[in-house]
């Protein structure tokens, strides 16, 4: 046999070879989504005000505690009752061109909780502002990831 037919049995005979290998190993492509959508409630302060000009725009404040709350809030008569035991706040509020939606999700991968903010901007052209002001059950931690996303 010649170098020449030896090449051309020898090249089909290698794409079978490559073709076994390449099943040995099984690619997981799937990949499980452990992110966890966790409830909020809209939070209205009764008995009193935000201090928005103590408030920073698009940063998100975690509240667990009365002392943390008296810092971002004014009140005429009497202080909200919070049970910050059982009860996280969080806040969060900024401004755009012109606000049609915002919407909010609080998520948790097992790792860490995300506030993703989603505002639809409109097409006038006046300055609006939004806010967010969730209540949850209490979270274990003082530091939530803010995800803004803004879109026409």
Known sequence: MDKRNLIKLMIPALFIAMASF????????EQLDATVVVPTTEFVLESCYW???????????VINSNEKLANYTKCDN????????RQTLLVVHGGTSNTNTVTSKLKYNGEEYTLDVDINVGNFCYP??????????????DYVELNLMYHY
Not at 51 to 61: E, G, H, R, V
Request: net charge negative; charged share 30%.
């Open 128 to 141: 609006q502002r939004w806010y967010v002001i969730l209540s949850t059950d209490k979270l274990p931690t």
């Open 51 to 61: 201090d928005w000009d103590n408030i920073s725009i698009d940063t998100l404040y």
């Open 78 to 85: 009497d202080f909200p009752e919070i049970d910050f035991s």
């Open 22 to 29: 390449s099943g040995c190993e099984k690619e997981n492509t």
